[in-house]
């Protein structure tokens, strides 16, 4: 199988997601923000960090770039797409996710080890956890606060997809503590969190972030 993730002027985390990719046993495969074709990728990692600088809108510009255009159309046809941080912000801004992410409460950076319980599984990207599991990732964002309008909030919550949820001390002001949300397929999924950096106890706070991966590759063996 292999794993398209994209870098665009600015990310940081594109590195540590090919990683997580391929300790779950897929290939991963670069892409690059002009590329105008996926190469032949069965799913996507949008990474995080600061794409184009984050100049206008966190995720603005990036949603505009030539591969995103790819991206939405080969999500449109089901391919499965994960949006991890700026990536989270890029799929909102792409429309391919509802809402948006603002600024933190208290214009406060966050950097911290985040407890997380996993709301729903059966997403390309949770199939591996249990409902209700709780894991630690790290968390680390500017403008990482969910928000939408109280009939997107209720609809997310009365079909599911809200994917994750902040547990303990509220790390930012996310609405109803929501950490991921997914599309109505559940192929396309976007979280504040990093579970790239969770994959290996040795470098992270555990390897809770690599069921995500692992969930990927089961729900693609399973098509």
Known sequence: MKVGVITFPGTLDDVDAARA??????EAVSLWHRDADLRGVDAVVVPGGFSYGD?????AIASFAPVMTEVVAAAGRGMPVLGICNGFQILCEAGLLPGALVRNAGLHFVCR?????VERTDTAWT???EAGA???VPLKSMEGRYVADEATL??????GRVVLRYLGDPP????????????PSGRIVGMMPHPEHAVDALTGPSDDGLGVFLSLLDAMVSV
């Open 113 to 117: 080890d985040q407890w997380l319980r």
């Open 55 to 59: 100049y206008l809108r966190c995720g």
């Open 21 to 26: 990719v391929r300790l779950a046993g897929a």
């Open 172 to 183: 930012n002001g996310a609405l109803r503590e929501i950490a991921g949300i997914s599309d």
């Open 127 to 129: 199939g591996r956890y």
């Open 134 to 136: 709780e894991i630690i």
């Open 154 to 159: 209720d609809t997310l919550e009365g079909e």
